[in-house]
């Protein structure tokens, strides 16, 4: 089994540190993704709850809760990304590209 336990960059050369360059970006937008398809989701979960509580107000405080959450776990994420981006063009840094020098 030829080339097993080796890892390969881009390139076809062996990997290198610079190749974490790619492996960061990767990362971030997944992380990014994951959380707006997190909130999403619980944002349905929590209006389903509602919707289920009837008239129990102890269901529908609770499902308010998940619902209060999921906005705000979401306006977290999109906070970050904005304070970033602002940071990035005041400070003339562009946050989006991790780059590595050696």
């Known amino acids: 089994m030829k080339g097993v336990g080796k890892a390969v960059s881009k390139s076809g050369g062996a990997a290198s540190i610079l190749d974490l360059e790619h492996v960061f970006a990767s990362i971030v937008v997944v992380a990014l993704s994951a959380a707006g398809i997190a909130a999403v989701v619980m944002l349905v979960i929590g209006g389903f709850k ?10 529908a405080q609770k499902a308010g809760q998940t619902i209060t959450y999921a906005v705000g776990g979401l306006v977290l994420v999109l906070s970050a990304w904005v304070i970033l ?18």
């Open 50 to 59: 509602f919707i289920a509580a009837g008239g129990d107000k102890d269901a």
């Open 85 to 102: 981006n602002l940071l990035g063009n005041f400070l003339g840094v562009d946050f989006s590209v991790f780059k590595i020098t050696i």
